[in-house]
């Protein structure tokens, strides 16, 4: 075997045993997502307040990747979950996202209409959509039906 595919091989193997610990884990895991009002648009975006608390008596971790922004929202569009396009400036250090037992974090995240499709930034036109807030692939929310007003058509 080359060294590069025992490196390769390494990194699978490490990444299916982070995944499983975390799933494993994931029961004591509770996300929840409120806002102030349920309108956004290009004239002003909702604020989303999502809150993740562990109350298992393990720790829980969902990912890996920026110690700013560890949630991110979900938006149900045709059918399919979009990941939310917000403006939050992350930092840009890499560590595990999780909680530790009893602990809890909150993050704010502004969402004006925008989600991802196929990689690019696409604005939804006019109507009432599904967000979801999620810690990783892990645990997601309870849906808030959010309109979204202005200029998608």
């Not at 909702?46 to 971790?61: D, F, K, L, Q």
């Not at 403006?87 to 840009?92: E, I, K, L």
Request: charged fraction near 25%.
């Amino acid at each position: 075997m080359t060294r590069n595919r025992w490196i390769l091989s390494l990194m699978t193997t490490a990444a299916a045993l982070l995944q499983g610990c975390a799933a494993a884990n994931s029961e004591g895991l509770h996300v929840t997502a409120s806002a102030e009002r349920l309108t956004t648009g290009a004239e002003e975006s909702v604020v989303v307040e999502v809150v993740a608390r562990n109350t298992a008596a393990e720790p829980v971790v969902w990912g890996h990747g920026s110690s700013g922004c560890q949630m991110h929202l979900l938006v149900r569009v045709d059918g399919r979950d979009r990941k939310a396009v917000d403006a939050r400036v992350c930092t840009m250090d890499y560590v595990a996202q999780g909680l530790d037992p009893g602990e809890s974090r909150s993050e704010r995240i502004p969402w004006d209409g925008r989600v991802l499709v196929d990689g690019s930034e696409k604005v939804l036109p006019r109507g009432e959509y599904e967000l979801r807030a999620a810690a990783g692939d892990l645990e997601t929310s309870d849906a808030l039906l959010i309109r979204v007003e202005g200029s998608g058509d």
